[in-house]
């Protein structure tokens, strides 16, 4: 063995990848595998926890063959969050379906735990609103179901990908979350920095069936003999993905914001603040738990890589995400055309799981180039909203960071930065939560040769559109937004009166 590097794994939604980074942050090689959704009914996304498991072998062995002489010094794991798996302790087995974190099956659920008092105890606790997003009510059902079907109580773990990532990695000798996922459960108290048993009890989770909760950069046991990846390797860090993406873009101060796009986004913006911002509806998230705790604001989106994909396939489109994107290109404005991808319902900041998908303004001249552009656009719009809301809760966005799948498309990067109406650095590695959570190894073990971040180049998108130009688009977005949520809209008609 010639060179040491560091071995990331990153579980996606759709794709499980696997890179080799070294001790500048540079990518050696990379191995993927594709993971499959499915949606057996409206709202309900399910994944296949061996199959997940079999995608991260795959990308590990590809990307390892790619480079036979280089040897991991360390393992680390970023990880789609708010998903949950159940296994059994003792032999590993996968007990049910994955319940995907755009699952909307517990909605009825969470509406009845959310009265005034129950929403406010767990805003306090975890930073969150009290959302089918997070895991909480999906843990319950699913723990009710592998229950129900016959399988001991005590043998049972409910959790999220990375714990179990872990437990299949060390042969189950190590059954432990990162804080950073525990903390988007509506279970941990990101002030105790603890599961908290009171919420547990309100969602009805036994606190027993769940992984213990490790520091980010914490020991999560050694690789066992039998996967993909070498025994013996030190799991040194894990991260959800938004936020080994933050650590990746060396985003760690108050102000300096990212925006991942991947099948939804996530904007996460550092703040020196641990309790919920007054009156906002983002929510305050545990960035990572190294030495110490780092907050963040953040809001999440449900669809936008998936609206490219959606919209891309009913219009016949292949490759469906990115001929869609080349289709909008063509046209030079949306035509009047409004694209609401609320496929299972709006999360951050419109919490409205009874939103539904929506495409408005069509006329005789519409174009598949009009409701393509209209799509990118929703993407850029979820983003903005989300800026404006954390600013309006008193957390200023100085600067945008950009990374994911999405940020390697120039236009799209461009319709951003038009609607957000402030420059877009989109970092030349799309591969953030990969290199980050592959940079919180390196600082485990003191080899981070740049601890103030890996060093990137920027591509910056400034706004072209006019102030005027801008804030009609955002208005002509935010109702279609109450349309989706089926809010009354007056608009004037031929006569010049209002109607409904």
């Not at 909605?107 to 005034?116: L, N």
């Not at 960071?401 to 990067?413: E, H, I, L, T």
Request: charged share 20%; aromatic share 4%.
């Amino acid at each position: 063995m010639t060179t040491s590097a560091y071995l990331a794994i990153d579980e996606g939604t759709t794709n499980s990848k696997a890179l080799l980074v070294d001790a500048s942050g540079r990518v050696l090689a990379s191995g993927s595998a594709a993971v499959g959704l499915r949606n057996p009914a409206p709202s309900h996304f399910e994944q296949d926890g061996e199959q997940i498991w079999a995608a991260t072998q795959a990308a590990v062995a590809e990307c390892l063959a790619k480079l036979p002489d280089v040897a991991p010094a360390a393992l680390a794991i970023s990880n789609q969050r708010e998903s949950v798996v159940a296994w059994s302790r003792s032999t590993g087995e996968v007990l049910g379906p994955v319940i995907g974190w755009q699952d909307g099956r517990t909605a009825e659920r969470c509406a009845h735990i959310a009265t005034p008092q129950t929403a406010a105890l767990v805003a306090g606790r975890t930073g969150l609103h009290l959302d089918p997003m997070y895991s909480a009510t999906k843990m319950a059902w699913l723990h009710d179901l592998v229950v129900s079907n016959g399988h001991r109580p005590g043998d049972v773990v409910v959790g999220t990908l990375d714990a179990f990532l872990v437990a299949r990695l060390t042969g189950g000798a190590t059954v432990r979350c990162d804080a950073s996922n525990a903390s988007r459960t509506l279970l941990y108290n990101i002030h105790d920095l603890a599961w908290d048993a009171e919420l547990c009890e309100l969602f009805g989770v036994p606190m027993e069936t769940l992984p213990e909760v490790e520091h980010s950069d914490g020991d999560f046991g050694t690789t066992a003999p039998g996967s993909a990846v070498p025994a013996g390797v030190p799991i040194a860090a894990v991260l959800g993905d938004s936020h080994a993406a933050l650590y990746g873009q060396a985003c760690d101060r108050p102000g300096l914001g990212k925006v991942t796009y991947g099948t939804g986004s996530s904007v996460m913006v550092p703040t020196s603040e641990s309790a919920p911002a007054d009156g906002t509806r983002v929510d305050t998230t545990l960035a990572w738990l190294t030495d110490g705790p780092l907050y963040a604001r953040e809001g999440n989106i449900l669809a936008t890589g998936a609206a490219l994909e959606t919209f891309g396939a009913i219009l016949g489109l292949r490759p469906a995400g990115p001929a869609l994107s080349a289709l909008a290109e063509t046209a030079r404005d949306n035509g009047g055309v409004q694209v609401v991808p609320a496929f299972s319902g709006l999360a951050a900041p419109h919490w409205d799981r009874s939103a539904v998908g929506l495409v408005s303004g069509v006329r005789r001249d519409t174009t598949a180039a009009h409701v393509a552009r209209a799509t990118v656009e929703s993407t850029a719009h979820q983003i903005a909203d989300i800026v404006e809301e954390i600013e309006r809760g008193g957390d200023p966005v100085d600067l945008l960071r950009a990374d994911g799948g999405a940020s390697v498309n120039p236009f799209v990067m461009q319709v951003q930065a038009d609607l957000i109406g402030r420059p877009v650095h989109v970092a030349a590695t799309a591969e953030l939560s990969a290199v980050g959570v592959a940079r919180l190894a390196m600082h485990a073990d003191g080899s981070d040769s740049h601890p103030e971040g890996t060093p990137t180049t920027y591509t910056v998108y400034e706004p072209g559109l006019s102030t005027a130009s801008r804030e009609e688009a955002r208005a002509q977005w935010r109702e279609a937004v109450d349309r989706s949520s089926g809010r009354a809209v007056r608009t004037a008609g031929h006569d010049g009166e209002e109607h409904a």
